[in-house]
């Protein structure tokens, strides 16, 4: 089973400012790679897919990049609504597809 | 418009059986994966596994394997999670998500959500 880390479990940002969350595999998932937002009391969010590909909806401030075993998600100027817990999510080739433990963003 | 949408709310004892439901609409059901992930409280997320209900070929977590089962009606576009006895640690939030595609595993669109309480 691949497990996956997040760093930090936290990050305190002022909004405008930049956000650079990293998560981090056990063993290569390629581009297999999702990042999710969740904000409290609701359902997940897709937000990044093949590493690098944004989903329908998301506002270009978000970027990911990265392959193999590292990727980082960048939130480019945190906006008020970006403030949430965000999860990485491997699906590279057999399951279980697991999440990695989440990074809060809170404001500082 | 996709739309998930899951039963609702559920407060049993330990030893109880349940079967909650996720209701696929404005897609092919038959041609996306749907998942369960189980959200216990304050806690992150955790992959349980995923039916496809084209030809009901279930993939699970080993951490869930044997606890759940996971199956699907691809008649009325429902898939279902399921216990045969409950355990207070069942407690949790569970959430139902559809696949981008057959063959990609991502979930671009989640149910609102079931929470399950387990307490004698």
């Known amino acids: 089973e691949i497990v996956m880390t997040q760093s930090p479990a936290t990050l305190s940002v002022s909004p405008g400012e930049r956000a650079t969350l990293s998560c981090r595999a056990s063993?290569?998932?390629?581009?297999?790679l999702a990042w999710y937002q969740q904000k409290p009391g609701q359902a997940p969010r897709l937000v990044i897919y093949g590493a690098s590909t944004r989903a329908t909806g998301i506002p270009a401030r978000f970027s990911g990049s990265g392959s193999g075993t590292e990727f980082t998600l960048t939130i480019s100027s945190l906006q008020s609504e970006d403030f949430a817990v965000y999860y990485c999510q491997h699906y590279n080739l057999w399951p279980p597809f697991t999440f990695g433990p989440g990074t809060k963003v809170d404001i500082k | 418009e996709v739309q998930l949408v899951q039963s609702g709310a559920e407060v049993k004892k330990p030893g109880e059986s349940l079967k909650i439901s996720c209701k696929g609409s404005g897609y092919s059901f038959t041609n996306h994966w749907i998942g369960w992930v189980r959200q216990m409280p304050g806690k992150g997320l955790e992959w349980m596994g995923i039916i496809y209900p084209g030809d009901s070929d279930t993939r699970y977590s080993p951490s869930f394997q044997g606890q759940v089962t996971i199956s699907a009606d691809k008649s009325i576009s429902t898939a279902y999670l399921q216990w045969s006895s409950l355990k207070a640690s069942d407690t949790a939030m569970f959430y139902c998500?559809?696949?981008?595609?057959?063959?990609?595993?991502?979930?671009?669109?989640w149910g609102q959500g079931t929470l399950v309480t387990v307490s004698s």
């Open positions: 998500a559809r696949t981008q595609s057959g063959y990609t595993y991502d979930f671009d669109y």
């Open positions: 063993q290569s998932v390629s581009g297999n």
